[in-house]
């Protein structure tokens, strides 16, 4: 029978090590996995590489992991934001290595990894220091820049509801990036707020389908 509802949260995050490569949905505090993000906190897991729309949003999940010291390195498109400084204060003191990345080359360049393409063209950078040593091409009167998939160890995602096949909803805006990165990471895990029997969610309302997901938890 599968199953993959598990009761402990901290069982199943033991197995991201030190120096990890982790996306973790969200925009700002909008469907942050925090109590995910901060299980690591609890088992003292470092050196990390975090992949995420913004550097970090409010005093809880991602900024305090910054704030603690276990990132390396941030891949994000807004690495400031107005209620929080400690990804600027620590960019700033050499601290944290950044790959700034434009928003929806973050989204296609996650969703190309999901996809097993090689590489994207996009026109977003074009012409600026982010294309700098990077491929470009001209395509039908246009220039592009060659972008490669971004692809992770581990995701970390916040959706609404789950069954234990691992099939996902999510509530409105809350949805942004879970499901591309869903497909992007080599090992989902994902912790949701309801959890239903097989069944009983309507098959039109599943976003993430169970085969992108590998752990699922109640919190």
Known sequence: MINKIRPNMHDVLKQIPDGARIMTSGFGITGQAIELIEGLLDLGTRNLT???????SS??????????????????????????NVFEDLYRQGKIELELVPQGNLACRIQAAGAGLGAIFTPTGYGT??????????????????????????????AHQADRWGNLTYRKTAR???PIMAKAAKTTI???????ELGELDPESVITPGIFVQHVIKV
């Not at 910054?66 to 209620?83: H, W």
């Not at 491929?135 to 692809?151: C, D």
């Not at 994902?190 to 239903?196: E, G, I, P, W």
């Open 129 to 158: 220091a982010l294309a700098e040593g990077k491929e470009t091409r001209q395509i039908n009167g246009k220039n592009y820049v060659l972008e490669y998939p971004i692809e992770a160890d581990f995701a970390l995602i916040c």
């Open 59 to 84: 005093d809880r999940g991602l900024t305090r992991l910054l704030a603690e010291g276990r990132v390396s390195k941030m891949i994000c498109s807004f690495p400031k934001t107005n209620n929080s």
């Open 50 to 56: 975090i992949i995420n729309n913004n550097a970090a």
């Open 190 to 196: 994902v912790q949701v707020k309801q959890l239903c």
């Open 176 to 178: 942004n990036f879970g």
